[in-house]
């Protein structure tokens, strides 16, 4: 009954800007249930859908703010910016489109802050800048963090969210699966606690690096995690694939993730793990 009448005030509130001559906004369609939501209902919802539990994507910095403790988070290397190491045709036309689009220079936010009051490193993937592709910057970003981290005895907390490698850059845009790799194994010599959250969706080169190598691996409901997709893996081996093949759901039973969190949750699942873990953190001074 409410769900009846939330749809008659919006088909109402519909007509009245019709009357008064306002533009009209199409209303968003949940992927799952087909239901017409507005902007307003899902900024209320943490951008879920409040019928089904769909999780929409999140941008980095809204998603890093939903965790860190309120005044706590400092930015990291937000200068950094793509460069055009092949020359690639409109790659920089692109990346200047997107920043306009999203007011990030790049598809990674990394910060310095707190959660629970427990000091942290931590980045969010965006996938509104080229899927959230991992280039150079992305990976030069990311080993920085990881290294701030070591240095500090920070935890780490890093949300994936990303369609793979960036073909535009190439063998440099690989580069930084061995890299990222690399300082998360100097991390873990060190005794670092790094908490992996696998968003939808979190594929190819991410999957096959850094979003792997969690001490604790979450991930939001129905979020894709796999290499190749679901629809490659069938034309290549020619069979039809499991029903819910590669989801985070999927991947629990499969145990390559130890939990689905939903978003409402993922802060409080954050500061329990962090407590059970211990504190740590020396200050770190930035040079």
Do not use: W
């Amino acid at each position: 009954m409410a769900g009846i009448l939330a749809e008659r005030r919006r088909h109402l509130l519909a007509l009245k800007r019709l009357r008064a001559g306002a533009p009209q906004v199409e209303p968003l369609r949940c992927p799952s249930c087909t239901r017409a939501l507005s902007a307003d209902e899902l900024a209320r919802n943490q951008r879920v859908c409040p019928y089904c539990g769909h999780h929409f994507a999140m941008p980095a910095r809204e998603r890093l703010e939903l965790v860190l403790d309120p005044k706590s988070m400092r930015e990291l290397d937000a200068n950094l910016v793509s460069a055009d190491p092949l020359s690639f045709p409109g790659y920089r036309e692109k990346l200047a489109d997107l920043a306009a689009k999203t007011r990030e220079r790049d598809a990674v936010v990394c910060a310095l802050g707190r959660i629970g009051g427990v000091r942290v490193a931590a980045a969010a993937l965006d996938t509104r800048f080229l899927m959230g592709s991992m280039g150079a910057v992305v990976g030069e970003k990311l080993a920085r963090l990881i290294e701030r981290a070591t240095k500090g005895r920070l935890p780490l907390v890093i949300f994936a969210a990303s369609g793979g490698a960036r073909m535009q850059e190439g063998i440099v845009s690989l580069m930084q699966m061995a890299k990222t790799s690399a300082a998360l194994a100097r991390f873990d010599a060190a005794g670092g606690l790094f908490i992996s959250v696998l968003t939808n969706p979190t594929t190819g080169g991410v999957t096959a690096s850094f979003a792997s190598l969690g001490d604790i691996t979450l991930a939001e409901p129905g979020a894709l995690v796999g290499f190749a997709g679901p629809r490659v893996i069938e034309q290549t081996i020619g069979e039809q694939l499991p029903e819910g093949f590669q989801s985070a759901e999927f991947q629990v039973e499969h145990g390559f993730v130890d939990a689905v969190v939903p978003r409402s949750r993922i802060r409080s699942q954050l500061i329990r793990l962090l407590t059970l873990h211990g504190k740590g953190g020396a200050e770190y001074v930035e040079r």
